[in-house]
C-alpha cells in the first residue's frame, strides 16, 4: 500500500512541480509521470539499498546530508528510462529529490505525530 501511495505522491508533484516551473522540469503527460513515478520506486527498492551501504562512509562524513545527494542521483537515474521526463540541471534534480522526500515523509506516515496526556510523540521519542 506504501508503494501505491508514494507513487501518486510523486506523479502528483512531477506534474505540479512541472506546471509551476516549467524551465526546470518538463512532463510530457500524465502517462510518463505515472511511469517515472514507477520507475523510481523500482529504483529506489532495487538500486537505493545498495548505493546507500556503499556510501556509508560519505554519508557519516556529512551527517547524512549525502542521502539527498544520493535522491538527486536517483531522479537523474530515472529519467535514463523515461525519455519523457527532463530535467534542466542536477539542482533542479536535487530541489524535486528534497519536495519528494518531505511529501512521502509526511504523507505515508513514517513521522507521526501523537498527542497523549500532553505529551507530543514524534515516532519513537517524546517532546514535551
Do not use: C, D, H
Request: charged content about 5%; hydrophobic content about 60%; overall charge positive.
Amino acid at each position: 500500500m506504501n508503494f501505491v501511495k508514494r507513487t501518486i505522491i510523486t506523479t502528483a508533484v512531477f506534474l505540479i512541480y512541472a506546471q509551476l516551473f516549467p524551465a526546470q522540469l518538463y512532463v510530457a503527460g500524465f502517462g510518463v509521470a505515472v511511469v517515472g513515478a514507477l520507475v523510481l520506486g523500482v529504483l529506489n527498492g532495487l538500486l537505493r539499498p545498495i548505493l546507500v551501504i556503499l556510501s556509508i562512509p560519505i554519508t557519516i562524513l556529512t551527517l547524512g546530508l549525502f542521502l539527498i545527494v544520493l535522491n538527486g542521483l536517483m531522479l537523474s537515474m530515472m529519467t535514463w528510462f523515461v525519455p519523457g521526463i527532463v530535467f534542466s540541471g542536477f539542482g533542479a534534480t536535487m530541489l524535486l529529490a528534497v519536495i519528494i522526500s518531505v511529501l512521502n515523509m509526511m504523507f505515508v506516515g513514517k513521522i507521526k505525530v501523537t498527542i497523549e496526556n500532553g505529551l507530543r510523540s514524534a515516532g519513537y521519542f517524546w517532546v514535551t
